[in-house]
Every structure is written in C-alpha cells, then in structure tokens.
C-alpha cells in the first residue's frame, strides 16, 4: 500500500503548524520524518490519524483519495500507530487492550488472545495474552502497542518517538522488528529527532522545520549535515568545556532513600559525592527514581531517609523554602507544570521564588519597578525571545520558558545546581544555550548535577556519570565510558567494575 | 544484539580531553582549589537566532471549565446579561395573563398578542429599572424619591459585594468557597453577640461588633481550609457541611436561654442590637443606605491590593494557577490554603456583620444570612473573580434585588423570575462558546467564516498575481 500526503496545512490560529507538507510512504519501505520538537511532525501525524482535520491538502492510499473523521476511520483504513505515551489499560491484560474497540471485528477475548498469540509468534514478540499490561516492561508494552495496530490488519505503521522510553538495547530490538515488518511489506512511518536512529534504519528521510518540508535526506548523509537541515544553520553538536577545575564545594549524599505513597522504595540507598567544579550526571531509562532523588535533594519528596550535605549543611529535612534558600537552584524535569506559572507573565515568574522580602518585596508589596528592572535585564541576559516582560510565559514556545526557568534559578547566587532533563522537548539551539549555561554554573566552581534520559547529553556534559536503575546506583563511572557499558548499566548491569583504565572499561578491575 | 552502529563523524561522541587532575574516579587526588560557597553564575552569550521564537496560541481547548469561568472577560460578561435578559422577557411574556389571553386568538388579531408582549415586558424592565435606578414616574416627589431606588440598590449591593469578595478570593488560590453561609451566620452571631451584650461608645462599639465578625468568618473560613491542606478532604464537601454545623449550632444557641437568646422571647431570636452598634445610615431618613457600603467599597480596594499587588497575593495566584510549580518555588501550599480560607471567611464576616449590624437591627434568627453567601458565588462568578468586577457585578445584582420588589409590585411579574435571569447569567457565563455561538462571535481557536473567506480572496490574488508574472 502506498500512502501520500499531499499540500497538507494544518493551522492553530496564527501559528502554521504544518505548511503543505508532501510525504509518500512506499510498502516495504521506512520512511524517517525527522525534525526538531514543534516542527510539526506530530500534527502531521494527527492529521493521518484523523484525530485534526487538515485546513488543506489530501491524504491519499493507493492513489484514493481519503477522508478521515477520526481515528477509526484512518483504522479501518489500514493506518496503525504506535504512540509515544502507549494507549494502553493497565489493568486490563494484552488481549483485553488488543480487543478494546474492536470486540466484533475481532470475535470477542478468545478470537483477541488467538490474534495476539498468531502475531506474536510471527514476529518472535513472546506474548502472552493473559498477562496484565501494569506488570510488564516499557519495551514489552509497546510491542503490544504494535500487536494491536497488527491486528487491525494495518499497512501503514506510524511509530511517534518510539525509543523515547526505551532503553538502547529495547531500542535496537525495536529497530529489529521495524525491519522486520519492512521486509513483510508494511509501510512504516518513523518519527524521530534522534540522528542516530534514523541512520541506522531508514530507507528514505524526510526533513520537517518550522512547519515545512526543507528537503529529503540520505541515511548516508553525516549527522552533522542531518543537524543543520533540521535547525537551519550550522549547529555545533559538542559541548564546549574545558577540563573540570574542581573546588572545595561539595554535595554528598549518602544512603538517600525515598518511600512512595505505597511505601515501594523508589529511590534505594543512594550515595554519591559531588564536587565543586563538576557535572555529575545521573544517566538511566525515564522512570527509575531520577525524579524523586530531584525532588529529595529539593524537599519535595517527605518519605526521604539518608543524608544530603552541602557544605556540611544538611538539607534532608528541610523544606523547600529552606532548601532554596541554602542556595540551591533548581530546573524541574516538566518546566510547564513545575517550573513555571504559565498564567503569569515572564516578570511574574522570574520572582517566583523570591516573593519574601529583598529585592523584590517590601512591607508585603511587590515592588513592580524593582520587579521590572530585573526582568528586563534578564529578558536580554539570557536572550529570551518575547514581546516584552508582560508576556505570559504560557504562550512562550518551550526553548524561551526553559531560558526562563534557568534566567530565575541562575539569578541568584548559588551554592548548588540540580537541573533534572534540562533540555527535553527543546529545539537544538535552546539546547546549546541551556548546555552553555550548565557548564557555566560548573565552571563558576559550584557542584552541578544533571538528570538526563538522553544518553547523548549526559556524554556530553557530564565530568562524571551515575546511571539509576530502579531506584538504586548501578554505579558511578567517568564520562568517557563506553555506550555499551552504559547502555548494560541502564538496563542493571553493574559496572563488571569502576574501570581503572576508562579507555578499555570492558577489562575494569578495582580502583 | 550490539549497539546501533557508530561512525566517525558521530557527532555524539565524548570529546577527548585531558584531565590535568586525573579524572575525578580515578585514585589520584585531584587539585582542588577553593571556591566561594554560593556564586552567582553569569549567563553566556550564544549565537543570535539560535532558537525558536515562534510563540505558541494560547489555545486550550481541553482547558477546565473552572479556569473558564475564572476567566470570563467583560464583553462576555455583558452579552451573558444581555442574553439572559432577552431569555427573561420571553418568560416574562409567556407568564403574562394578559399575553395567554391574547395567545388564544393570534391568528385572529395577531396585533393584541404582540402589544401584550410589549406591554408585559417593557412593563416589567421599566419597573425594574424605576426600583433599581431612579424613578422616573414621580418626579413631582422631589429628587430625594427619585433617587432612594438607586441608594436601595446600593443597600442591597453591600453584603453581596462583601460576599463576592469571601468567592472570589478563594477561587484565586483555587478553592471553592460554598461555605458562605455559615461563616456569615458565626460572623453575625459573634457580631450580635459582641453587639447586645456590651456597652462600648457608639462608634467604637459597632466597629468592634464588625472586627469581631470578621474574625469570627475568618476562623470558620480557617477551619474549612485546615480540613482541606492538612487531611486533604475537599473545600466544597467540607464548607457545605459546615453550613450545617454552623447553622444547627446557632439555632441551638438562639434557643437557649442565657446564650444568644432574647429574655423577652421565646422565639429563636436574639436581643435587638443596641444604636451604639447598629451602622449609621449615610445620608439620612427616608435612605436605608448604611455606613457598611463604604465597608465594602474599603474591601474592595483592599482585596484588589491583596491579590494583585501583595506578596501574599502573589502567593495565592500562584497556588491558584499551578500548584506543582507554586510547591517548586517553596511556597507553603497547606498555609496559603488555610490563609486564602481564612481570608475568603473574613470577607464573608463582614458580610455576616453587615447584615446584623445594619440591614436587620432588630434582633437576628438562624436566617440573617439570607442566601446571601450562596449569591456570593454568583456574583463572583459574574465577576470574573476580580475584586472590581465583584463590585461591579454585586452592584448588578443588588439592583436586580432592589428592583425585582418593585416588578412584582407594580407589574404582577413573580420575583422568581429576577432569580432566573440572574441564574441564566450565571449559566451563560459558565459556558462562553454557547454565548459566542448566540452571538455570532468567533470561537478561540476557529476563524470565522469571513476571516476565512477573505484569506481565501487574497490566496486567489496573489496566485493570480503570480500567474501574470
């Protein structure tokens, strides 16, 4: 089945998310939409789905014009998709989420677990369909996400940003299995802002920026030259830094462990030390308690034994007034729902935190000139791209909120720096900015740690890496260790262990 | 299965660099030099045009209704009005006895059934304005007359202003106040208590009586928001039950001889509130108006500098809007939570007070609230939960009350009606799109048809121009 979109526009009031956008998908073919976060390749995507209709241009299968109202048309019609966050029930088991809208078509639960049982085993998935989707992992998830767009007889397979959740071995299964239903003759759509990925398993590349096509790409093409077409200039890929200077500030945590509401350990028995001067990077698949060792270190987490110490200060206890007031700053992991007040204007939100006393209150009023001056030298600072400081900082895209976020917690002076996925959902250059900051606060000699998903910036920024697995440090090793060694060590593999020499870390013996 | 291949130009690769210190792992001590605890970090210039700076709509359309009906702006806020009263006049007409009468032969004299409409109708609005405003059918009875229907509606407006206020502020900080009534009935019990039972100068006394009022709203308000930061029952189940609790406890108390009972009664009634504390009336015989609209006018500017202007303000519109981030910034959201009810229960003492101190002086039951904690809501709703629009909007419906007597008195119009005009504003402002859609007003978020139309003309043009070039 050939699949084609032809001049499709899509637009959100004045912003043109997608601006006649061509795309043909061949049978047997994978075809990589690659773009920077709000390039419009989700929308796009929604559009084939039926879940927006277009504003102009035509969705053609097999040269047949199609129009779909929703997505059980673009079903019927032989579209699957593969979401980012998976549609699934947990409660329910496999069969149950394969059978769910479609209890006729399939022939009620035993017809569902005879489909699920015939597609699994033609592609080796080892599935089985009684089992509750809660108690399986990400990776097996998401192959049920594929068994259910597979037993919809679907041609057109659209996968969105599917190894954002996976790890790098998940991830290369995955890729295993798109080329495994390539070669059985599905048409796959691969959405992705990953260069390696699209190197490795595309057969045509298509270049969204702004809301445009800016060209096809080859996969032999250097990611460097992917880069640039995805941002529209020269991107610098690397980050920048010298060699770390450490200094006599420290942070050390030792046997942190935070309880969640049901009492699971989700961050177990965590000890590390970071010093002045340095980027320690927690490194691990989303999900693994980097999140609640954030907001321990923050405050915000009240089930928190251990000890963290800044300078011999200790903070576990504290409340989050008083951690922020050691001097600690801050960048939550989701900056629309923890970081910023999206209602409020960009001045509002740069005093966020600082709404007792000096500078910024006086006799329990705000001080609005104080106010203003400091947002207005921030707004140039930090070169956050608005109308003016009065400006809600919702309507902001999300590279200006992160330069938001960092212009409020770097402008105060600071003992501590915790930025948890500083850069996630940023196009690449608000990443160089917010990289170029980090290493900043790094090199003013303070203790910086950064979570990140991303095993590509972690190493990049980081001095020294710490990967989480399931609430615990599998260990904390240099930055130059290999990918493969991470990649084990994010999926629980211990370190064999700490390398003595970093460049062949495979034969690691004791330090 | 082994990683995805690498190539020489992977970009992704760590960079080579020397550690001249050895690296942090490894055994060596590494240099450490000293740095100043707490540094200000200077941001670093990067290229221009580095980042996207197309700004996103602010276009929600799966936003709640709560932060709808927060939001209402004036324009919506005077078609609701509008619209309601177009709905109003048609009830109006359809309970006409002289317009069914006339019903019955429209095809007939189709002329008698619309000039009944007109009659029935213009009557009632007209009697609704002259009780509300001014009366104009007497001017001959002096200025004094024409304007005391205004000075009625102002009358009426106070409480209601006060009680907004007591809505509007918790709906701010993202509570619900429903709890109107009972911190009005313990803010008029503490008012009328401190009220008949002490001897204080008279303007001191009626003071105090209100301060103790406020108080008393205040920590019933408190209770509320207690119950709800610190055990995390929620604000609506928990005010509407402590109406209850407040309301049986007062009655009981009204009952009870030696308590706040009048010793010349065995009705549940208090004793009738001393001059000293009974607010004054502003301009005089024949006016109602009392001292406590200036109250509520002081309220009004404070409230505004309270939410707008103050550090705790700050606090509680931040609390209101996002939590989470509110949480991240170190704010206590179990205290602000407690202050805003707390606040939001003053606002209604004084409410409570009013209504003891200066609209019934003769002794108060278990009704002094008079629903007016529950048309608080309205009237915030109304509002757009701003201090001024509160005002605005309690002004409104003080004239719906002040007039509404007189549309029942003079036109025979139930004043059940006047309740289902300020209901029907209420349920247009709770849903925008179906007044846009009244009114032919663009949704947020769609073109209208003509803005679709004229960018389509100017598509064809510039083709068109592009043709000929």
Redesign the interface.
């Known amino acids: 089945m050939t699949l084609e979109l032809k001049g499709i526009t899509k637009r959100?009031?004045?912003?043109t998310a997608n601006d006649h956008i061509d795309l043909e998908v061949n049978a047997g073919e994978i075809h990589c939409l690659l773009g920077?976060n709000?390039a419009g390749k989700s929308t796009l995507m929604n559009v084939l789905y039926g879940l927006y209709q277009a504003d102009e241009g035509q969705i053609l299968l097999d040269g047949e014009v199609q129009h779909f109202s929703g997505p059980g048309d673009a079903m019927r019609a032989g579209i699957g998709m593969v979401h980012q966050h998976f549609m699934l029930i947990p409660v329910f088991t496999v069969a149950e989420n394969v059978l769910l809208g479609h209890e006729k078509a399939l022939g009620g639960l035993s017809g569902a677990k005879q489909k699920v049982r015939e597609i699994s085993d033609r592609f080796g998935f080892h599935i089985d369909p009684d089992a509750k989707i809660e108690d399986l992992p990400v990776g097996v998830q998401q192959r049920v996400e594929i068994i259910k767009a597979l037993s919809q007889d679907a041609k057109v397979l659209v996968f969105d940003e599917p190894t954002a959740v996976l790890t790098?071995?998940e991830?290369?299964?995955l890729?295993?299995i798109m080329q495994q239903l390539r070669d059985e003759g599905t048409a796959i759509v691969f959405i992705t802002h990953k260069?390696?990925?699209v190197?490795?398993i595309a057969d045509r590349i298509t270049v969204i920026r702004?809301g445009k096509v800016v060209g096809e790409a080859s996969r032999e093409d250097?990611?460097?030259e992917l880069?640039s077409m995805m941002v529209g200039?020269a991107v610098e890929?690397?980050?920048q830094?010298?060699?770390?200077?450490?200094?006599?500030?420290i942070v050390e945590i030792r046997g942190l462990t935070v309880l969640d509401a049901i009492g699971q350990k989700v961050v177990n028995d965590v000890s590390f030390d970071v010093?002045?001067?340095?980027v320690l990077c927690i490194a691990g698949v989303q999900g693994n308690g980097q999140t609640e060792l954030t907001e321990a270190i923050?405050g915000?987490q009240p089930r928190t034994t251990g000890s963290i110490k800044l300078?011999g200060l200790e903070l576990q206890g504290k409340?989050?007034?008083e951690?922020?007031?050691s001097?600690v700053g801050?960048v939550?992991e989701d900056r629309t729902?923890?970081?910023?007040?999206?209602?409020?204007t960009i001045a509002?939100n740069l005093?966020?935190?600082r709404?007792?006393g000096e500078p910024f209150?006086r006799v329990?009023?705000?001080d609005?000139a104080v106010r203003d001056e400091f947002a207005t030298e921030k707004l140039d600072?930090?070169?956050i791209?608005?109308q003016g400081i009065d400006?809600?900082v919702?309507?902001?895209?999300?590279?200006?909120q992160q330069?938001v976020v960092?212009?409020r917690e770097?402008g105060?002076?600071?003992?501590l720096?915790v930025a948890s996925q500083p850069t996630r959902g940023l196009?690449v250059?608000?990443i160089?900015?917010v990289h170029?900051?980090v290493?900043?606060?790094r090199d003013?000699?303070?203790p910086v740690i950064v979570v990140s998903t991303e095993?590509?910036e972690v190493?990049?920024l980081a001095?020294?890496i710490a990967v989480m697995y399931r609430g615990g440090v599998v260990g904390?090793?240099?930055?130059?260790t290999s990918?493969?060694t991470l990649?084990l060590m994010m999926a629980g593999e211990p370190p064999a262990a700490?390398p003595?020499d970093?460049t062949d870390p495979s034969e690691g013996a004791a330090? | 299965?082994?990683?995805?291949?690498?190539?020489a130009?992977?970009?992704?690769?760590?960079?080579e660099?020397?550690?001249?210190?050895g690296?942090?792992?490894?055994?060596e001590q590494?240099?450490?030099?000293?740095?100043?605890?707490?540094?200000?970090?200077?941001?670093?210039?990067?290229?221009?045009?580095?980042?996207?700076?197309?700004?996103?709509?602010?276009?929600d359309p799966w936003g709640s209704a709560f932060r709808r009906i927060m939001g209402g702006n004036l324009v919506m806020a005077l078609l609701a009005i509008f619209a309601s009263l177009v709905v109003g006049g048609i009830l109006i007409a359809a309970t006409d006895e002289r317009v069914q009468a006339a019903s019955g032969y429209f095809f007939a004299r189709p002329g008698d059934m619309l000039g009944a409409i007109w009659d029935a109708v213009f009557g009632a609005y007209s009697a609704l304005f002259q009780g509300s405003i001014l009366n104009f059918s007497r001017p001959e009875a002096g200025f004094a007359t024409m304007i005391k229907p205004l000075t009625d509606t102002l009358n009426f407006a106070t409480p209601l202003i006060a009680a907004g206020l007591g809505v509007a502020i918790a709906f701010r900080v993202g509570l619900f106040n429903i709890g109107g009534r009972g911190q009005m009935l313990w803010a008029a019990a503490a008012a009328g208590w401190v009220g008949f039972s002490f001897q204080l100068p008279p303007v001191l006394h009626v003071l105090v009586a209100i301060a103790v009022g406020i108080v008393a709203g205040a920590i019933w308000g408190a209770v509320a928001g207690a119950l709800k930061a610190f055990t995390g029952a929620h604000e609506v189940i928990v005010t509407i039950m402590l109406n209850f609790v407040a309301l049986w406890f007062i009655t009981w108390m009204l009952r009870t001889p030696g308590l706040l009972q009048n010793p010349a009664s065995n009705n549940p009634i208090s004793p009738p509130m001393p001059d000293s504390a009974t607010l004054p009336s502003i301009f005089g015989p024949p006016f109602i108006l009392h001292w406590g609209f200036v109250l509520s006018v002081a309220a009004v500017i404070f409230c505004s500098?309270l939410i707008n202007?103050?550090?705790?303000g700050?606090?509680f519109?931040?609390v209101g809007?996002?939590k989470?981030?509110?949480?991240?910034?170190?704010?206590?959201v179990k205290r602000l939570t407690v202050l805003a009810m707390a606040f939001a229960g003053g606002f209604m003492g004084l409410a409570g007070a009013q209504q003891v101190t200066g609209a019934v002086t003769t002794g108060f039951t278990s009704g002094i609230d008079a629903g007016i904690g529950f048309d608080g809501i309205t009237v915030a709703l109304l509002g757009g939960s701003t201090p001024w629009g509160t005002f605005f909007a309690g002004l409104l419906f003080g004239a719906f009350k002040a007039g509404g007597f007189r549309m029942q008195a003079a036109e025979g119009v139930p004043i059940d009606i006047i309740l289902v005009v300020q209901s029907f504003i209420v349920l247009f402002i709770a849903a925008p799109p179906l007044v846009r859609a009244m009114f032919g007003l663009p949704q947020?978020?769609k073109k209208s048809r003509r803005q679709r139309r004229d960018e389509a003309a100017l598509k064809a043009m510039t083709q068109q121009k592009g043709a000929q070039s």
């Open positions: 959100f009031g004045a912003l920077e709000g790098p071995r991830t290369d299964e890729m295993a260069l390696r990925e190197r490795a702004l250097s990611s460097n880069a200039r890929l690397t980050v830094k010298s060699p770390p200077v450490l200094t006599d500030n010093r002045g001067g340095e923050i915000m300078n409340s989050v007034r951690v922020l007031d001097g801050f939550p729902v923890d970081g910023l007040v999206g209602d409020f509002e005093m966020l935190d709404y007792r209150v329990g009023s705000i609005r600072a930090f070169d791209r608005a400006t809600h919702g309507t902001l895209s999300g590279g200006n330069k960092l212009a770097l105060r002076p600071l003992s720096f196009d250059g608000s160089e900015f170029s900051q290493i900043a606060s003013a000699g303070i095993l590509d190493v990049g001095d020294r904390v090793v240099p930055a130059d990918r493969d990649g700490a003595a970093p330090a | 299965m082994n990683d995805t291949p690498r190539d130009d992977d970009p992704i690769e760590p960079v660099r020397d550690r001249p210190g690296s942090p792992d490894s055994g590494p240099t450490v030099v000293h740095a100043p605890q707490a540094t200000a970090v200077t941001p670093v210039a990067t290229a221009p045009g580095a980042t996207d700076d197309r700004t996103v709509e602010d276009d500098w202007r103050s550090s705790l700050f606090q519109r931040a809007y996002n989470s981030a509110a949480l991240n910034a170190g704010m206590d947020p978020g």
